[in-house]
């Protein structure tokens, strides 16, 4: 078991010693981001900001701009949230190469409660122009995505996690931006899932096959751009559609294939997120399972949507 | 040193011009911060920046950071006068498909250090900027112009405070303190002052100066090159619309075009009308 956020570290050190352009930035919160573990290794390419994230992605952008390849790490309610002015107005306005690093996104954050748990920064994120969206569905895709995002053009955001999960993928995974990965084909469903709910769509495809339920399961990891092509493969061959987050159902993943569909190909959506409320503290695999994002309620809502 | 004071006193004067004509051409823009800060560009462009307009992108050259992305159009005229875009260009400020943008955009227009518009972010850009030349060694100084409201911006002094822990000698920062802002004076809005004393409190070597005198602004420049361990904060008093009287200190002309008579008589205190070629009088 292994969090996302724990392929920062090893992952940017491995990138930094070969490509000395790679800074890193972070707004108190270091330890946490894993980026602490960076700035020993390159204490001149590292900058702990302070409890300033406005500041650090300005600063970043400054960077950007003189030909360096800044990560910016801090906690996401902080990075999208605080600094979105910055993020708007200079940083996805002027496309710079800014990649941020965003860790204890969504309400997995758990005991910290409803203001450390973000749920609509997919939404916001997916509104930007010149933004690119990777939620990775464990450590190895989140170290994929990592190294992909150093050869994307213009900012990238990706969306790590704090719980250690179990992982979907070994050490050879090959992580294709842009793309989804069909981990399990299927005629009845589509499910389509992304970040720790991918692993949660597998286990409940199992689910349903013991009860005679041929579910797809797709990882959409990528979401801005969404793979369109894949979605709408798969919702012409099941008819019926899934999706599951662990982010807000207005407008993250549910929001985009609900909008990619309803153009392309009209097909009914059943989204499983966080039911435009915010979050709420306790331990997170409680809290998980009070925003009924587990195995079970999957298993259960795609059993009603097949009614 | 007489004519140095004369020739930018001159190109100062143009950037004046060019900013009426500009403005009062698109009926739209910001005249107020502009004609405030023509004397502190006119230094910067015409005599203290290290840059070459036929070679944008060098990446030993000075930068110029606009953090008070609104005066743009004087920042558009100490370009297009230093080589970046023909002159001709000015007048399709505020256009639709023209390059310059109501406030600057540096995938547009070649010469923009970044993009701006949002207040309170320039000096945290310029801190980036200044990092990346001291991890490559060059010897690149970034200057950042800013606006006295701005200082209102809870970023401005988040940026102030990493400059000063980086010491980032690099920067040099110039604060356009004409006293006002859109809805009034900024001493009735939200007062500032001290702000010399906040500067240097945050760790800033600061220096007023009279912002209309051109050899002020160069002496200024010249002397903060020798401060060495910490980044500089040139705070330059300044008038509001300086050079067309009837404008000159008023709130309303921060973001309104003058028009009709207005125009005419802002023309002509500028003695715009000499700068135009007889067949190009559209712009009066």
């Known amino acids: ?307 | 040193m007489k004519d140095l004071r004369k020739h930018l006193e001159e190109r100062a004067l143009t950037l004046r011009r060019h900013t009426i004509r500009m403005i009062g051409k698109a009926q739209s823009g910001h005249p107020g911060g502009s004609l405030s800060a023509a004397d502190i560009m006119a230094v910067l462009y015409f005599h203290k920046l290290n840059i070459d307009p036929k070679k944008p992108d060098w990446p030993d050259r000075d930068r110029f950071v606009l953090s008070k992305g609104h005066a743009c159009p004087v920042l558009y005229a100490a370009l297009a006068e230093s080589g970046f875009f023909p002159v001709d260009e000015l007048l399709t400020l505020r256009t639709l498909g023209g390059r310059l943008e109501g406030h600057p955009d540096m995938r547009k227009l070649p010469g923009i250090e970044i993009s701006a518009g949002s207040l309170g972010q320039g000096l945290a850009v310029a801190n980036g900027m200044a990092l990346a030349a001291r991890l490559d060694g060059r010897k690149a100084r970034i200057y950042v112009l800013m606006g006295d409201g701005e200082c209102q911006e809870g970023e401005v002094w988040e940026a102030s405070m990493f400059g000063a822990h980086h010491k980032l000698d690099n920067v040099v920062g110039i604060i356009d303190y004409n006293n006002l802002q859109i809805d009034g004076f900024v001493s009735d809005i939200l007062e500032i002052q001290p702000l010399k004393e906040k500067w240097e409190s945050f760790g800033w070597h600061t220096m007023e100066i009279d912002g209309h005198d051109v050899m002020a602004i160069v002496e200024a420049f010249d002397a903060v090159e020798s401060i060495k361990g910490r980044p500089s904060m040139i705070i330059a008093k300044t008038t509001k619309c300086k050079g067309v009287s009837f404008m000159e200190n008023k709130a309303e002309y921060h973001g309104k075009a003058p028009s009709g008579d207005e125009l005419e008589k802002a023309m002509e205190e500028l003695s715009c009308i000499e700068m135009i070629e007889p067949d190009n009088k559209e712009g009066c």
């Open chain 1, 1 to 307: 078991m292994k969090a996302t956020r724990q392929a920062v570290a090893p992952t940017l050190i491995e990138m930094g010693k070969e490509n000395p352009n790679i800074v890193a930035l972070d707004a108190d919160l270091a330890e946490s981001t894993g980026l602490n573990k960076f700035g020993k290794e390159f204490p001149d390419r590292f900058f702990d900001c302070g409890v300033a994230e406005q500041n650090m992605m300005s600063t970043a952008a400054g960077l950007a701009v003189s030909g360096k390849t800044p990560f910016v790490g801090s906690f996401t309610v902080f990075t999208i949230g605080r600094a979105w002015d910055q993020l708007r107005n200079v940083v996805a306005y002027a496309d710079l190469n800014v990649k941020i690093c965003s860790t204890h996104s969504g309400v997995s954050v758990g005991e910290d409660g409803s203001s450390h748990q973000p749920i609509e920064d997919i939404a916001m994120l997916r509104a930007l122009p010149n933004m690119k969206i990777i939620v990775p569905a464990d450590f190895y895709e989140a170290r994929e995505a990592l190294k992909a995002s150093v050869e994307i053009p213009g900012p990238v955001f990706i969306r790590l996690g704090r719980p250690k999960m179990p992982q979907v993928y070994d050490d050879d995974y090959s992580f294709k931006f842009g793309k989804a990965d069909v981990l399990k084909a299927g005629k009845d469903l589509s499910i389509i899932a992304t970040g720790l709910m991918v692993r949660m769509a597998l286990d409940a495809a199992d689910m349903l096959q013991q009860d005679g339920i041929d579910a797809e399961v797709i990882n959409m990891s990528t979401i801005k751009p969404l793979d369109e092509a894949t979605l709408i493969e798969s919702a012409r061959k099941t008819g019926r559609v899934l999706t599951v987050e662990e982010h807000s159902i207005v407008g993250g993943l549910g929001g985009a294939v609900s909008e990619t569909l309803s153009e392309k190909l009209p097909t009914p959506v059943t989204r499983i997120g966080v039911k435009d409320r915010f979050g709420t503290s306790g331990p997170y695999q409680e809290v998980l399972k009070y925003f009924g994002l587990t195995p079970e309620n999957i298993v259960k809502t795609a059993k009603e949507a097949l009614l």
